[in-house]
């Protein structure tokens, strides 16, 4: 059982953290405590604490004494910095300078000056895997200051949950991960650290939610579920990656202003023997010459989701809205095409908070968003049920654009930045979506024409390719596996072992059980000890 405590003012993040462990261990693996709890001190625990106070240094000391695995996050007090060999101080204006970004140019990318470098040794040490990236900067982007392909968040420096909490240093052999601004020479110490005694380890993020927002979000999830397995409690993670593949992609067209202009693309990719899926805006449905190609997609394996009905930003901005956008596209699709559909794909990628419940209301299994620029508590590294969503209902990340003007003209290969997204998200484990638009009269979304377009596109699967085992699904297919996935129940079974039960049967597939360095299969139940 992971234990989750933060004190009152912190109370958001402690949510958003708690979401994303259960995305990660199942229901039933997480549970909230208090100060009491940590008093009391229990050995052989597994314990997440953000932005501890001062009077908790004490009892922290003592865990770090015992049998425990600790996950710290965000602001360490004086007194607890000190027990663990680091010496802190306030993020400085400087660091908020350094984590500024402009807007990217097109056909090029923008980043922070201020960056994030991965210490290989360190790494090394939480599960014996090498960093899921090697560095990255605070915040970048692909397009003007909307999406980066590379998936993850912002990380800011203004105070918010998002922020670096505090610059601390400690033991250069301790560090995690560091963060500079090599252009001035600037050091604003750690980003992430790892302190082992032959008793307890803690693990700290200098974030107070971590990097939930993230494909880094793995090394978490390695510290829980191996870990010093030999010493210390781990706890079962369910990988992303349905059980016998080494990587699994899915790829759609959100057709915000035509369909019909898809039907080029669709053939490279039945071509390719790739599955394409469509989500339609469905307002564009009241034009007969976009009826035909969404029933020939899903024939052909491919699937289709909506796109709401009138492509409102921010799905109408209400849950009135969102529910009437969901619900009306239900019907349209279902009348012009005969086609249901039970998955949505947000419009711009905004997924507010009140959106994931109006399009549960609506009748929606889930919803596929997530960008840097807004909503941040739905940018996952992993899929499952978002924060402050009811059970039943999933999100999935899928930030990765292929669009024309995201190539990088000023490179031997225009997809190196995709390609990168492809190999770490093959790397973190990650479901790795990927999305384009068809053409319509007034936009081309940078593309020169269709041909260029479809080369970059073949281009792209076929370095997809060349991973062993690859999966390449239909969006529902994915979506469906994904919320078998986020429905699984885990519980202690006998001798302090875990039991694990999948509760949700959409999909053929078994999920993939990470504990202890092994994988095992999950069909309906395992048990593990």
């Not at 990380?155 to 505090?166: H, K, P, R, T």
């Not at 009135?320 to 009306?328: C, D, F, L, P």
Request: glycine share 8%; aromatic share 8%.
């Amino acid at each position: 059982m992971i234990r989750v405590i933060a004190p009152g003012s912190s109370q958001t993040a402690q949510q958003v953290v708690v979401s994303a462990l259960t995305r990660s261990c199942g229901f039933g693996g997480v549970t909230t405590a208090s100060f009491t709890d940590l008093m009391r001190g229990d050995a052989n625990q597994i314990w997440v604490i953000i932005n501890p106070l001062p009077q908790w240094s004490h009892y922290i000391g003592l865990l770090l004494s015992r049998r425990s695995k600790l996950l710290l996050l965000g602001r360490l007090p004086p007194a607890l910095a000190a027990c663990v060999g680091a010496e802190i101080r306030p993020a400085s204006l400087a660091l908020k300078e350094a984590a500024a970004c402009a807007p990217a140019p097109i056909h090029g990318f923008s980043h922070s000056p201020a960056y994030i470098t991965y210490r290989p040794e360190t790494t090394s040490e939480i599960c014996g895997g090498a960093p899921i990236m090697a560095s990255r900067p605070l915040r970048r982007y692909d397009f003007a200051a909307e999406w980066n392909n590379l998936g993850w968040g912002a990380i800011n420096a203004d105070g918010d949950m998002w922020s670096i909490a505090q610059e601390l240093r400690t033991t250069p052999e301790r560090v995690l991960a560091s963060i500079r601004n090599a252009a001035e020479d600037q050091d604003f110490g750690a980003y992430a650290a790892l302190w082992m005694n032959d008793k307890a380890s803690a693990l700290w993020f200098n974030r107070p939610v971590g990097p939930v927002d993230s494909n880094e979000w793995r090394h978490v999830e390695d510290f829980m579920s191996c870990h010093r397995p030999d010493v210390l409690p781990c706890i079962p993670v369910l990988a992303e990656v349905p059980h016998g593949h080494t990587a699994a992609a899915t790829m759609r067209l959100d057709c915000d202003e035509d369909v019909e202009s898809a039907r080029s693309l669709w053939m490279r990719y039945q071509r390719l023997e790739v599955p394409l899926s469509l989500a339609l805006h469905s307002s564009i449905l009241t034009n007969e010459r976009q009826h035909a190609l969404p029933g020939q997609v899903q024939a052909s394996g491919g699937a289709i989701l909506s796109h709401t009905a009138t492509h409102a930003p921010n799905w109408g901005g209400s849950w009135e809205g969102a529910h009437t956008e969901g619900a009306v596209s239900i019907h349209d699709i279902r009348h012009h095409t005969g086609l249901d559909v039970r998955y949505a794909v947000s419009p711009f990628h905004h997924t507010p908070s009140y959106a994931r419940l109006g399009l549960a209301d609506a009748g929606f299994l889930g919803c596929i968003g997530g960008i840097i620029c807004n909503d941040p508590d739905f940018l996952m590294a992993r899929s499952g049920v978002p924060v402050g969503s009811p059970a039943g209902f999933i999100g999935h990340s899928q930030q990765c654009m292929l669009h024309g003007d995201c190539l990088l003209h000023d490179e031997a290969d225009p997809l190196r930045i995709y390609k990168q997204a492809a190999d770490e998200a093959r790397a973190a484990g990650t479901f790795f979506g990927y999305l384009d638009h068809p053409f319509s009269d007034r936009y081309q979304y940078g593309w020169a024409s269709e041909e260029q377009r479809g080369q970059a596109h073949e281009d792209l699967v076929r370095h997809l390719q060349q991973t062993p085992d690859l999966l390449f699904a239909n969006e529902d297919q994915a979506m469906d596996f994904l919320h078998d996935r986020a429905h699984v129940r885990i519980a202690r079974g006998n001798r302090q072992g875990w039991r694990l039960r999948r509760h949700g049967r959409l999909s053929p597939w078994p999920v993939a059980v990470r504990y202890q360095g092994e994988v095992t299969p999950l069909e309906t139940e395992v048990t593990l000890s």
